[in-house]
């Protein structure tokens, strides 16, 4: 997991988005802004201007700078002294508003950056923690080849040489999109949520035994890759003499905790003449009816007892 972020990686990646410009401390740019700890739990990363619970990054727009200029000159002196004498790594100023000489000069003498962003504060606010909760968001790396089957992200796994990438390939040339193969960086983007990408050195690539690496993006054009999805599903292949006895009612539907999120399972045994393409369409359309509420198993069970029922009458 990323705790930290240099202020100067969070100016390069947001540089055009929210207009980003240098009013005092470019030569600080290898400052970082810490993530929350134990110990620092109650500071948060980002928010409007608050010198009771301080944010790693001070947000002033209109309404903020305006408070200070209605202030006496020791109160402004005081306050000004407090947003660069506590928790704070980082200073924004929304709006491309100009920024009050006495602002910039404490900021410089504390040594904290100070940032101008073209867009309002709530915006910029907005911005940087979404930037910020998936910089910073806990992460793993899974084995598996990850895809995006009608809309849901679908982490295809098993053992070596099991046929992970053979039926990507054919998802593939069914439609559906590749996100990664081999190896895919999750990242916990919410209390529930797993994001799902591929390594910058992976991208647009499929290992296929047989055909080397294949580049997706040249063979079947940019549409067939996706940059992330969330984790919906995950389909395990394995050896049909090894696939443990099934419930034939129920399936081998069971929940898999990665990360404290609890991600449906599916495992489809391999074997001669089994569509895992066609298979893995239908577990995908099944886990859709299922979120929805639909559970053809349970629908079934109550279609017998009321045959039942109505046999007994």
Known sequence: MSTTLLISTLYDAL???????????????????????????????????NL?????????????????DNLKKNSRKDTISQLFSGQSDLVIIAR???TPGDLVAAAAASRIPVLSSCLPSEETIQHLRYFLGNYLAEKITLHGVFME???????????SSIGKSELALELLTRGHRLIADDATEFSRIAPDVLNGTCPEMLRDFLEVRGLGILNVRAMFGASAIKQDRNLRLIIVLQEMGEAAAMDRLHGSRRMRTIMEVEIPEITLPVGPGRNLAVLVEAAVRNHILNVKGYDASQAFIERQKQRLENVSR
Do not use: C, F, P
């Open 96 to 98: 491309r508003l100009e």
């Open 52 to 68: 009771i619970n301080q944010h790693r990054i001070q947000v002033l727009g209109t309404k903020e700078l305006e408070y200070l």
């Open 149 to 159: 089957v009608m809309g849901t992200g679908v982490l295809i796994t098993g053992v």
């Open 15 to 49: 540089k055009k988005k929210l207009g980003l410009e240098w009013v005092t401390g470019e030569e600080l740019g290898e400052h970082a802004i810490q993530a929350a700890t134990d110990a620092t739990a109650e500071v948060s990363l980002i928010g409007n201007l």
